[in-house]
């Protein structure tokens, strides 16, 4: 059986001595990443119209404030349907690898993204329009759901364990690059068609873009290898037999619940963070005060950039101090900065706006890039995509889903203070999760057990 294992190993290019395979890795890497950044430009770029010139585009009604809150709620819809994904997708990696989950979430994301680009508006066909563009959002969430299994876990697993997090944040800070690419789409966008012309039909180009990244995607994504630590639990007659027999890995995981709770408390705060610094603070600028939607989204994107930079750096970092310290350290910063971000946007300076939101969505990527090799440490090889899926997602749902609508509440009912609360509270919650969970940098990715 060793022999076996063994054999399995060195097909893929997997030698067990704990440096990454050279060339399988590279492409890996490649795949991972590039997949990851195109998906997730094709959710962001929805948020950000969402927050500009969705609204009264696919929403009745006369008071702009409910065609905002509309429009984001409608962004939350596709979060709803991202635990879904995250469940049948993982379920389906762990029995029938990470590759083919590559390859699926991407197409599936990639056409319904265009499909958006395509869809009539409310003034055309009424209330069809917004009923299309729901069902398309829960498409794009099915399919975002199962994102985080397929791209982190087959890095994580395919790489060199002593630089795991550092390689892992890679594919993690697709996040940030996606909401790069999709901010520098739309200003872009914005330039060629300017006023009415965006607003009526220009928008639509920003969807449209996903059809060659569709091409560009598949291409890449195909060539990539399945995980030797996949393969090799495969490999064993006794766990392919246990294999047969399982129902749901998603049930296994659920019935160790430390591992999941824990994960979904850490994300808590930094997936509300998340959205504030690149979702809400478009919405709340540019309607609360007299900042230019442009300028806005520049701001967004210089500090998307800042938040990639913080992923990578705070990855590695996490290898050297374990990853506990490389997360508590930036869940202390946001908890702190908080109410200086929003000072600073309250300035109407828009230097000091640029300086909030990088700032910001520094910390959050120094918080971010630890936590993708965190997640996959915490779960076994047989459930490990099910049960970080779980995390993700769950704590998506939970969090990030309604981070942007409860934060446009919160400020027009209340004021700014209580969405710098909502922000401390849940950062809190971050900070304690991290503290009780155990250090996972030395784990063993191999282990089925």
Not at 153 to 176: C, D
Not at 400 to 411: E, Q
Not at 433 to 438: E, G
Request: glycine share 12%; proline share 5%.
């Amino acid at each position: 059986m060793a022999s076996t294992v063994h054999h399995r190993a060195e097909s893929t290019g997997h030698s067990g001595s704990g440096a990454p395979p050279a060339t399988g890795f590279r492409r890996v890497l490649a795949g991972s990443m590039a997949g990851a950044v195109l998906e997730w430009y094709d959710f962001a770029i929805y948020g950000v119209l969402a927050a500009t010139v969705l609204g009264p585009l696919f929403f009745p009604g006369d008071s702009g404030i409910v065609q905002l809150l509309m429009a984001l709620a409608t962004q939350g819809i596709g979060f709803i349907a991202r635990p879904l994904g995250g469940i049948v997708f993982g379920h389906l990696g762990d029995k029938f690898g990470r590759k083919p989950m590559l390859v699926a979430t991407f197409l599936l994301l990639g056409t319904s993204t265009a499909a958006i680009g395509l869809l009539p508006t409310y003034g055309q066909i009424g209330i069809w329009a917004t009923l299309l563009l729901v069902l398309l959002r829960l498409t794009q969430g099915f399919a975002l759901g199962g994102e985080f299994g397929a791209a982190v876990l087959m890095v994580s697993e395919y790489g060199e364990p002593k630089r795991r997090g550092f390689w892992a944040s890679w594919p993690q800070a697709g996040a940030p690059l996606g909401t790069v690419l999709a901010t520098v789409v739309v200003t872009v966008v914005g330039w060629l068609f300017p006023g009415d012309a965006f607003d009526e039909w220009g928008w639509r180009v920003a969807f449209l873009v996903a059809v060659p990244l569709l091409v560009v995607g598949f291409w890449v994504r195909r060539s990539v290898e399945e995980s030797p630590v996949f393969q090799a639990a495969q490999a064993k007659a006794e766990e392919r037999a246990a294999m047969e027999k399982r129902k749901s890995s998603v049930l296994e995981a659920l019935a160790r619940p430390k591992a999941v709770l824990v994960g979904i408390g850490m994300r808590l705060g930094e997936n509300i963070a998340f959205y504030i610094y690149t979702v809400f603070v478009i919405a709340y600028a540019t309607t609360s005060f007299d900042y230019e939607r442009g300028d806005v989204i520049l701001a967004v994107t210089f500090a998307s950039v800042c938040q990639f930079a913080g992923m990578i750096g705070g990855g590695a970092w996490s290898d050297r101090v374990g990853r506990k310290t490389a997360m508590l350290v930036p869940s202390a910063l946001l908890v702190v900065w908080a109410p200086l971000f929003f000072w600073m946007v309250q300035t109407e300076s828009l230097p000091m706006l640029w300086l909030g939101a990088c700032v910001g969505a520094f910390f959050h990527g120094m918080l971010a890039g630890p936590e993708a090799a965190w997640i996959t440490e915490l779960f076994p090889t047989r459930y490990r995509y099910a049960g970080s899926s779980l995390v993700f997602q769950g704590s998506t749902l939970i969090a990030g889903a309604p981070a942007p609508l409860i934060a446009v509440w919160l400020v027009d009912s209340f004021g700014v203070g209580m969405v710098i609360g909502y922000l401390v509270l849940t950062m809190a919650i971050t900070v304690l999760a991290v503290a009780i969970s155990r250090e996972s940098k030395a784990s063993d990715l191999d282990a089925i057990e």
